[in-house]
């Protein structure tokens, strides 16, 4: 079921100036700190299943992607890279020395590059509906192509349609009007309709290929997850993810697709609880 609680104590908002644009990011709860990193065209709100949860324990800091939420529009061309230099920024501006990292989707692949890039700042890795090449994500198959094309083509209400067959598991979108209008809630903009920066942020993630690089965080705690019907991050692509990074743990969850945390935040919840608390 996808949650309706609300945050129990607003977060702080606030913008980091970087050379080239504004980041926008939130700051709640207390604890140590862990940063969330969201996927394609979603905007930070996106983790309020999680915040919700989290920040009576720890100290919960999301951001929005560039040219999404309050963040200024890119300049030039996105690289997970560079998302990667906007999470750091945004460390930097919460003043945290190190914090666990949870990712999805796109966020995961930033999540590995700032271990990568900044290992002494990130104290753990929560890699949730993702993988190790963004070039193998959405891997071509019919199902993978009639998804895809159900939530680009048609009226707003059969996008928003085709895009809850895309992220939400068989049989889970009964009411699809309802649940489109509460996942257009936390997603930041309607189902129906495509942010403009996600052709960019879909370019960046398929020059990524971080595969060979995994074995270096090693040591590392790490959790990956998978959903058994995820057409975009497919079980398969975690469990590879898993065995590229020596010590990771695997969990896959059944009868989840890609929007796993917000359609069975009970589950990722628990499972990040106890990992952050092994880590910890």
Same mark, same amino acid.
């Given at each position: 079921?996808?949650?309706?609680?609300?945050?129990?104590?607003?977060?702080?908002?606030?913008?980091?100036?970087?050379?080239?644009?504004?980041?926008?990011?939130?700051?709640? *709860?207390?604890?140590?700190?862990?940063?969330?990193?969201? #996927?394609?065209?979603?905007?930070?709100?996106?983790?309020?299943? /999680?915040?919700?949860?989290? /920040?009576?324990?720890?100290?919960?800091?999301?951001?929005?992607? &560039?040219?999404?939420?309050?963040?200024?529009?890119?300049?030039?061309?996105?690289?997970?890279?560079?998302?990667?230099?906007?999470?750091?920024?945004? $460390?930097?501006?919460?003043?945290?020395?190190?914090?666990?990292?949870?990712?999805?989707?796109?966020?995961?692949?930033?999540?590995?590059?700032?271990?990568?890039?900044?290992?002494?700042?990130?104290?753990?890795?929560?890699?949730?509906?993702?993988?190790?090449?963004?070039?193998?994500?959405?891997?071509?198959?019919?199902?993978?192509?009639?998804? #895809?094309?159900?939530? /680009?083509?048609?009226? &707003?209400?059969?996008?928003?349609?085709?895009?809850?067959?895309?992220?939400?598991?068989?049989?889970?979108?009964?009411?699809?009007?309802?649940?489109?209008?509460?996942?257009?809630? $936390?997603?930041?903009?309607?189902? *129906?309709? /495509? +942010?403009?920066?996600?052709?960019?942020?879909?370019?960046?993630?398929?020059?990524?290929?971080?595969?060979?690089?995994?074995?270096?965080?090693?040591?590392?705690?790490?959790?990956?997850?998978?959903?058994?019907?995820? +057409?975009?991050? +497919?079980?398969? $692509?975690?469990?590879?993810?898993?065995?590229?990074?020596?010590?990771?743990?695997?969990?896959?969850?059944?009868?989840?697709?890609? #929007?796993?945390?917000?359609?069975?935040?009970?589950?990722?919840? *628990?499972?990040?609880?106890?990992?952050?608390?092994?880590?910890?």
């Amino acid at each position: 079921m996808v949650s309706s609680t609300r945050l129990v104590d607003q977060p702080e908002r606030r913008i980091v100036d970087r050379p080239d644009g504004r980041i926008f990011y939130a700051v709640g *709860g207390a604890g140590p700190d862990v940063l969330f990193i969201q #996927g394609v065209g979603m905007h930070a709100t996106s983790w309020r299943p /999680q915040i919700d949860a989290f /920040q009576t324990r720890y100290r919960c800091i999301t951001f929005d992607h &560039r040219g999404l939420g309050g963040s200024d529009a890119p300049v030039g061309r996105i690289s997970i890279e560079g998302m990667a230099d906007d999470a750091l920024a945004v $460390l930097n501006a919460a003043g945290v020395d190190a914090a666990h990292v949870v990712g999805h989707s796109l966020g995961g692949v930033v999540a590995q590059q700032l271990a990568l890039s900044h290992r002494a700042r990130v104290r753990s890795l929560s890699l949730v509906c993702t993988f190790p090449a963004g070039r193998r994500a959405a891997p071509l198959s019919w199902r993978m192509i009639w998804l #895809g094309l159900r939530s /680009q083509i048609g009226t &707003r209400a059969m996008r928003r349609r085709g895009f809850l067959r895309l992220v939400m598991p068989p049989g889970r979108i009964e009411n699809a009007p309802e649940l489109a209008a509460r996942l257009a809630e $936390l997603f930041g903009h309607d189902l *129906g309709d /495509q +942010p403009a920066v996600v052709p960019a942020q879909l370019r960046a993630l398929r020059r990524s290929d971080l595969s060979a690089r995994l074995p270096e965080l090693a040591g590392l705690p790490t959790l990956v997850m998978s959903a058994f019907h995820d +057409p975009i991050a +497919p079980p398969a $692509l975690g469990r590879e993810l898993a065995m590229r990074i020596p010590g990771a743990r695997y969990v896959e969850v059944a009868g989840a697709s890609h #929007g796993l945390p917000i359609s069975h935040a009970g589950v990722v919840n *628990g499972a990040l609880a106890a990992h952050l608390a092994e880590a910890s």
